[in-house]
C-alpha cells in the first residue's frame, strides 16, 4: 500500500471508529438513557396537539372518593351511573375498573349493562402473569372486554403498548374496534408489532367529569352523546402513570387508553423508522463524513458538524410532526462524535507528525543540542513538568539560536566571502564580504552580479548547469580593481534532510569568494542521518496487523451474538420449536412462490391441548411447561422432516404440511397426532392425560396472507372441538358461518334499542268448541336487511350472550300489556290467560320474581292471567332452586306450564313436588299422532298421568283436522296449532278474532 493510499483510508478511520463503539454502546444498553431523554424532548418541543373531541373522561377523583367513600366503589354506583346514561347515545363505554371480585349487585350491573349494549371493561394481568378477568355475570353482559397492561420503560414512561395479549386486544383498541364494526370504519393498527404511542398533551386538556358531579345531575346526560365515555381512577396517588407532559404531579392509568384511542382515531400514532437499514445506512455514513473532515480547516470542520447536527435535530422534529419517529439524540451523538473524532484525530496526527519531527530532529542535531545543553549537572531550559518533548524542542530551539549566532559571527569574522545560491538564482545566504565585494543582497539574483564584471553569459551559463547537475568547476581568478579574488563554486546537492516529513531540499551551490592573499578554505559537509527510520515502520505494521487481528476477532463475536439473537426471535425459548413469527415467514414463503403445478400442495394443522389448563392449575407452571416439552417432542415425531411444527402461543401448536397430495393425507395425520397424544405421558413421576383439537386447512388459491389461513384452521379448530370427533377439515361455509353468527350477535344487540322486535300471538282454543281461552307469545325480529329472521337462529345468540334476559323482560313487559287492553277492550272471555316462555337464564335470575311483581304492577295485569312456562331441562339443572322458584311464583298466584313436555330428561319425579298447573305435549308427538297406534298412546298416557294430576294437558301443533278429532276422542281440553289459527300480529287478531264485544 502506497503512503498516499495509506492517508486516504486513515480519513476514514474516526468515523468507522465511532461507528464501531455507537454498535457497542447500543448493544450494551449504554445509550438507553440518552433516547429516552431525547423521546421526552421530542413531545417538549413539538408541543401540545389537540385531543379528539369525541374522547370524554368520567373520573373517579378525589372529590368522589369524599363524597361516595373509599375505592372500591359499590357496584350500585356503576349500575346508577349506566342508568343515567341511557337517555344519550356514547358511541362507546369504557370501565378501566377491573371488576374481578364477585359482588351480589352484579347481576344488576350485568343486566344495565346488557341493555346499554355498548360497555366495555377492562382485564389485566398480575405481577406472576395470571390474568384478571371480571366476574361471570359482567363478562357475558358486556360487548366484549381489552386489557389494560402496560409495559413501563426505564425513563418511567409508557412509550408503546402491546395491541394484543392473550387474544385480549388493548382497551383504546377495543373501542375502536366496536366504532368501526357499529358506526364507521376505523382504520386499525397492525396487531403483529407494539403501538407506538403518540401523546396528544396533558390530562388536563382532555374533557374530563368527575363521578360524584354527573351521578348528582350536575352534569347533563347529552354531554356524554356521541362521545367515548372512559370511566377510571384520577385520584391523587392512585395509578399513577409519567406522560412527558405530567411529570409532576403525574397522570393517572386512563390518560394510557384515551392516548390510545386518540392515536387510532386521529391515526397519528407514531412509526417508528429507526430500522437495521436506517442503521446501517447511517453507520456507513460516518466513515465518509470523517472523510470529507479530516483535512478541512478547524472551522470548516466546526461548521461542517454543526450543519449536521441542526439539519438532523430539525429533521427528526419535522418527521415527529408527521407521526415518525426517528432517533435523535443517538444519531446526533454519533455526528457529534464523528466530527469530534475526526478534528481530534487531524490534530493528533498533526501532533503525531510534530512528534515524529522533533524526533527525527533530535536523534539528527541531539549531538549539537546535548552538546549546547551542557554538563549533566546543568537544569533544563524550562520546567520539568513541561515534559521531556518541550525540553527537547527547547534545546533544539536554542541549538538554532546559538548556531544561527555562531553562523553570523563565523560569517563576519572569516575572510572569505560566502553566498548560497538556489536553483532558481536566487541568494539566500550571503555574508558581509560577499555583499560587501560582489554588492548584492538576500533575495536578489546572482547573474546580474557575476556578468559580465566576473564572469561571461556563456561560462556562467554553462558552469551553473554543472553545478545544478552536481557536477565541479574549477576555481577561477579574477581581478577587480586591486584585488584578486579565487571563486569557488561547491554545489549543494548533499544539504541534509533530518526527517522524511520535511520536503526535499531544493538545488542548489555556494560560491566562496576569498582573497587570495589571505586565502583560507572553509568546507562544510553535511551529513544525513536516517537511523531508525526501517525499525519504526516495521513497528507500525505490527501494530496495524495486531489491531486487524483484534478487528477479526470482534467481527467474529459479533457474527455470534447476532446469530444467537436470531434463534431467540424465530425459536421458542420453553420448547425449541420455531415460534409463531418464524411459521408466519414460512408460510408466507409458501403462499408468495409462483403457482406451478408442479409444486406438491401444502396445509396448516392448528391444535390446541385439550385440559392443559387443568394440568397447569393442578400441577403448576412447572409440570405444565414439562408437558408442554414433551407434546412438542411427540408433535416433531409425528410430522416429516420437510414439514414444520411451531408453538403458536400458550398450549396452541401449528403444523405446515408441505408436501401433500391429498386432504385425506393431512387428515391422516391429525389423526396419527390425536393417537400419540392420548398416550398418557410420565411428568416427574405423574402420569397425566391430554389430547387435542385439530383445525386442518388446504392451500387454496384464494389465499393470499398466512394471517388467512392461520383463520380458517382456527375455525376448523373450534368446529372440531364441537364436534367431538377431535379434528375437522376447513369448509368454507364454516367462515360464512362464523361471520353470519357474529354479524347476527351484533345487530341483535341494537335490535331491541332500534325497536325491530315484535310479539305475535298464537291463540289457544277448546278442543270441544274451539274458544280462545288464551295466547301464547311468540317473540319476531323483522331485521331491516335479512327481513325475518328464524327464532332458531337468533334465540340460541340471545341465551349465549345473555340478551335474553333484556329481551325476555320486554316481552313479558308488552304480553301483560297488551292482555290487559283486551280485557278492557272486553274482547275476551274471562278467564282468558296470557301464555309466555322463560329462557333458562331468566330462570335463574335472582330477581326474577321481583320483576314479575313490578311488571303485572305497571300493567295493571292480575297475576292469575298469566301463565309462564319452562323448559324440562331446567328442572334437571338445579331441582332444588327450580322447586323453590316455582312455590315462590305459585304464592304470587302465577299459573306455571312445562313447555315440550317429553322431549326433555325425565322430570315425573318433580311432578309431586311442582305446583304445575299445564303440561303442553311437544308438537313432535301431535305431528306423529295419526301413524299408528303406539304413538297415539303414548299422548293417550301424557293426557291420563295430567288429568291425574289434576293438571291441564295443551296440545301443541295441530295441523289438520284428523289431530284434532284424534284429541277429541281422548278427552283434551285445550289446543294450540296453524290449523285452529297461526301466530299472527295483535291487529290482525283483533280484526279477525276477537271483534266481539259480547265476550264471544
Not at 174 to 184: E, G, K, R
Not at 493 to 514: C, D, K, M, V, Y
Not at 592 to 600: D, H
Not at 714 to 731: P, V
Request: with cysteine; glycine share 6%; hydrophobic share 40%.
Amino acid at each position: 500500500m502506497t503512503p498516499h493510499s495509506f492517508r486516504q483510508l486513515w480519513r476514514l478511520l474516526p468515523g468507522s471508529i465511532v461507528a464501531i463503539a455507537t454498535i457497542g454502546l447500543t448493544h450494551l444498553g449504554m445509550l438507553t438513557l440518552l433516547e429516552h431523554a431525547g423521546y421526552r424532548w421530542l413531545f417538549q418541543l413539538r408541543g401540545i396537539l389537540p385531543w379528539d373531541e369525541r374522547i370524554a373522561l368520567i373520573t373517579i377523583d378525589d372529590a368522589t372518593l369524599a363524597e361516595l367513600g373509599q375505592f372500591p366503589l359499590p357496584r350500585d354506583v356503576y349500575t346508577q351511573l349506566l342508568k343515567q346514561l341511557e337517555t344519550a347515545c356514547p358511541i362507546t363505554i369504557a370501565f378501566n375498573i377491573l371488576f374481578i371480585e364477585p359482588s351480589p349487585a352484579d347481576a344488576e350491573l350485568a343486566e344495565v349493562m346488557a341493555q346499554q349494549g355498548n360497555v366495555i371493561i377492562a382485564t389485566s394481568t398480575n405481577e406472576s402473569g395470571q390474568e384478571l378477568i371480571p366476574t361471570a355475570p359482567l363478562q357475558e353482559a358486556v360487548l366484549t372486554t381489552g386489557h389494560t397492561i402496560r409495559q413501563v420503560e426505564s425513563d418511567g414512561l409508557v412509550h408503546t403498548v402491546e395491541p394484543v395479549v392473550k387474544q385480549q386486544t388493548a382497551l383504546g383498541i377495543t373501542m375502536a374496534q366496536v366504532y368501526a364494526l357499529t358506526q364507521a370504519q376505523v382504520r386499525l393498527p397492525s396487531f403483529e408489532q407494539r403501538l407506538q404511542i403518540n401523546w396528544p398533551g396533558s390530562i388536563a386538556d382532555l374533557p374530563q367529569y368527575s363521578l360524584a358531579d354527573v351521578l348528582a345531575g350536575r352534569i347533563s346526560p347529552d354531554t356524554f352523546d356521541g362521545k367515548f365515555v372512559l370511566i377510571g381512577m384520577t385520584a391523587t396517588g392512585t395509578d399513577a402513570l409519567l406522560t412527558p407532559f405530567d411529570d409532576n404531579p403525574p397522570s393517572n392509568g386512563i390518560l394510557l387508553h384515551a392516548a390510545v384511542l386518540d392515536n387510532v382515531l386521529q391515526q397519528r400514532y407514531l412509526r417508528p423508522v429507526a430500522t437495521p437499514w436506517f442503521w446501517g445506512l447511517l453507520l456507513f455514513m460516518m466513515p465518509g463524513l470523517s472523510y470529507v473532515l479530516v483535512g478541512q480547516h478547524l472551522r470548516w470542520q466546526l461548521a461542517i458538524t454543526g450543519c449536521g447536527l441542526v439539519v438532523w435535530l430539525v429533521g427528526s422534529l419535522f418527521l415527529f410532526h408527521n407521526n415518525y419517529l426517528v432517533p435523535t439524540v443517538t444519531p446526533m451523538l454519533l455526528l457529534g462524535l464523528t466530527g469530534t473524532a475526526s478534528i481530534l484525530g487531524q490534530r493528533l496526527r498533526e501532533n503525531l507528525a510534530l512528534q515524529r519531527l522533533l524526533d527525527d530532529l533530535w536523534q539528527h542535531y541531539r549531538q549539537d543540542a546535548l552538546m549546547l545543553a551542557g554538563s549533566a549537572g546543568e537544569t533544563s531550559p524550562v520546567p520539568e513538568d513541561l515534559g521531556d518533548e518541550v525540553g527537547k524542542l527547547a534545546l533544539l530551539a536554542e541549538s538554532l539560536g546559538r548556531a544561527k549566532a555562531a553562523q553570523a559571527t563565523i560569517a563576519e569574522a572569516v575572510p572569505i566571502g560566502m553566498l548560497a545560491v538556489d536553483e532558481h538564482d536566487q541568494v539566500w545566504f550571503c555574508n558581509p564580504l560577499a555583499t560587501r565585494w560582489l554588492g548584492l543582497n538576500l533575495g536578489e539574483h546572482l547573474t546580474p552580479v557575476l556578468v559580465p564584471d566576473w564572469l561571461t553569459e556563456e561560462t556562467w551559463q554553462n558552469m551553473r548547469k554543472t553545478l545544478l547537475k552536481g557536477g565541479i568547476t574549477a576555481f577561477l581568478e579574477r581581478k577587480q580593481e586591486q584585488t584578486w579574488f579565487e571563486l569557488r563554486f561547491e554545489p549543494l546537492n548533499t544539504i541534509a534532510r533530518p526527517s522524511p516529513i520535511l520536503p526535499q531540499a531544493r538545488h542548489g551551490f555556494l560560491i566562496l569568494i576569498e582573497d587570495i592573499t589571505h586565502r583560507k578554505s572553509v568546507e562544510l559537509q553535511l551529513r544525513l542521518l536516517n537511523e531508525g527510520l526501517e525499525g519504526e515502520v516495521q513497528q507500525r505494521a505490527q501494530e496495524l496487523e495486531l489491531k486487524n487481528i483484534n478487528l477479526q476477532r470482534e467481527i467474529l463475536e459479533r457474527q455470534q451474538a447476532q446469530e444467537e439473537l436470531t434463534r431467540q426471535a424465530l425459536y421458542d425459548e420453553l420448547t425449541g420449536l420455531p415460534n409463531r413469527y418464524h411459521f408466519m415467514t414460512r408460510l408466507t414463503e409458501l403462499l408468495e412462490r409462483p403457482q406451478k403445478a408442479s409444486n406438491p400442495e401444502f396445509a396448516v394443522l392448528f391444535l390446541d391441548c385439550d385440559r392443559f389448563k387443568l394440568v397447569n392449575d393442578s400441577f403448576g407452571h412447572l409440570i405444565g411447561d414439562a408437558l408442554l416439552k414433551a407434546i412438542a417432542k411427540r408433535l416433531r415425531n409425528c410430522i416429516a422432516q420437510t414439514d414444520m411444527v411451531a408453538r403458536f402461543g400458550g398450549d396452541e401448536f401449528t403444523i405446515l404440511l408441505t408436501n401433500i397430495h391429498t386432504p385425506q393425507s393431512a387428515i391422516h395425520v391429525a389423526q396419527r397426532i390425536q393417537q400419540r397424544l392420548q398416550e398418557p405421558f410420565l411428568i416427574q413421576e405423574h402420569q397425566l392425560y391430554t389430547g387435542c383439537s385439530t383445525g386442518i386447512v388446504i392451500h387454496r388459491p384464494v389465499y393470499s396472507q398466512a394471517e388467512e389461513m392461520l383463520r380458517d384452521a382456527d375455525i376448523a379448530m373450534y368446529h372440531a372441538k364441537q364436534g367431538g370427533l377431535g379434528y375437522a377439515l376447513f369448509k368454507p361455509e364454516m367462515h360464512v358461518q362464523i361471520r353470519h353468527s357474529l354479524q347476527l350477535e351484533i345487530d341483535l344487540r341494537q335490535a331491541l334499542k332500534k325497536q325491530e322486535f315484535s310479539i305475535h300471538y298464537q291463540p289457544i282454543f277448546t278442543i270441544g268448541n274451539q274458544k280462545i281461552v288464551g295466547f301464547e307469545a311468540l317473540l319476531r325480529w323483522q331485521h331491516p336487511t335479512h327481513g325475518n329472521v328464524s327464532p332458531s337462529q337468533f334465540i340460541p345468540i340471545a341465551e349465549e350472550t345473555g340478551l335474553i334476559v333484556p329481551i325476555g323482560q320486554w316481552v313479558l313487559k308488552k304480553a301483560c300489556a297488551q292482555l290487559r287492553d283486551w280485557q278492557k277492550q272486553h274482547r275476551l272471555q274471562p278467564d282468558t290467560f296470557m301464555s309466555i316462555n322463560l329462557s333458562v337464564r331468566q330462570f335463574k335470575e335472582a330477581n326474577l320474581i321481583a320483576f314479575i311483581e313490578n311488571t303485572l304492577r305497571e300493567t295493571g295485569l292480575e297475576s292469575q292471567y298469566l301463565k309462564l312456562e319452562i323448559i324440562e331441562s331446567v328442572l334437571m339443572s338445579n331441582a332444588d332452586i327450580a322447586i323453590k322458584t316455582f312455590q315462590n311464583l305459585k304464592e304470587h298466584g302465577i299459573h306455571l306450564g312445562i313447555d315440550d313436555f317429553g322431549t326433555g330428561y325425565s322430570s315425573l319425579n318433580y311432578l309431586h313436588y311442582l305446583p304445575i298447573d299445564i303440561l303442553k305435549v311437544d308438537r313432535s308427538f301431535i305431528k306423529r299422532i295419526s301413524d299408528g297406534r303406539k304413538y297415539l298412546s303414548l299422548v293417550q298416557v301424557i293426557n291420563t298421568l295430567a288429568y291425574d294430576f289434576d293438571i291441564t294437558m295443551i296440545a301443541e301443533g295441530i295441523e289438520n283436522e284428523e289431530q284434532l278429532q284424534h284429541l277429541k276422542a281422548m278427552g283434551c281440553l285445550l289446543g294450540q296449532g296453524n290449523f285452529l289459527c297461526p301466530p299472527i300480529d295483535c291487529n290482525t287478531l283483533e280484526t279477525e278474532y276477537l271483534i266481539c264485544q259480547d265476550g264471544n
